[in-house]
């Protein structure tokens, strides 16, 4: 079975530390990992890795893939308020059209 | 150009009662999914489609039927419903697998 464990589950840290948040899979046939931020409502999308595309920046996040240890990690630097949101992460499957998600990582960031 | 969209935003159902999720996006896109979000619990695939007349069981199917009559709307049907079946219903779509969109969700509760 397709599997995806996320940790911590929930991480509480004050404003302008760093955090790192853990993703690992154990799936047949990987394609991609994708990192999604949920707030109040809808899930939206942060960064998708490949094996032709492992590692990603797009300002105080940055995320890298290990394909040797099946496993992402998402880094958020200089922690704001608004970063509090819960994290998750998914798989994509070769020849499969759906998402696996992990159970996400809640982060409460304070001021 | 609305995205995602979900009806209704909260719905109060008792035990044994049916009723119908509705999701329409206005992207084109040929990929659309139904998940469930449980409290403190990541996104679990109900069913999923890749296309017009076309769907497919995701991880939790039992007690929900689906429909994809056209490119643009996918509703969830529950047919007696359960108070295991409370829960937060996010329809997303893709034009891959990749980056979905999500809506708005739907709370419901069975009661």
């Known amino acids: 079975e397709d599997k995806v464990v996320q940790s911590p589950l929930s991480l509480v840290v004050h404003e302008g530390d760093t955090v790192t948040l853990n993703c690992s899979y154990e799936?047949?046939?990987?394609?991609?990992l994708l990192w999604y931020k949920q707030e109040k409502k809808a899930p939206t999308f942060l960064f998708m890795l490949?094996?032709?595309?492992i590692e990603k920046k797009s300002g105080r996040l940055s995320s890298i893939l290990d394909k040797k240890e099946l496993s992402s990690i998402l880094n958020i630097t200089a922690t704001q308020t608004g970063d509090s949101a819960i994290y998750l992460c998914a798989v994509t499957i070769q020849g499969a059209q759906k998402l696996v998600f992990g159970q996400g990582t809640r982060l409460t960031i304070n001021p | 150009n609305a995205g995602v969209t979900q009806t209704p935003k909260f719905r109060i159902l008792k035990i044994g009662q049916s009723m119908t999720l509705q999701c329409t996006q206005d992207m084109n896109h040929n990929y659309m999914y139904w998940y469930r979000q449980d409290p403190g619990m990541g996104l679990k695939l109900i069913y999923y489609s890749v296309g017009a007349g076309i769907t497919d069981k995701g991880e939790v199917p039992n007690g929900y039927n689906v429909s994809r009559s056209t490119t643009e709307d996918f509703p969830l049907r529950l047919e007696l419903a359960a108070p295991s079946q409370t829960s937060v219903y996010f329809c997303?779509?893709?034009?891959?697998?990749?980056?979905?969109?999500f809506g708005p969700g739907t709370r419901l509760t069975v009661t």
């Open positions: 490949t094996s032709s595309g």
């Open positions: 997303a779509s893709s034009s891959q697998a990749y980056e979905q969109y």
């Open positions: 799936v047949t046939n990987f394609r991609s």
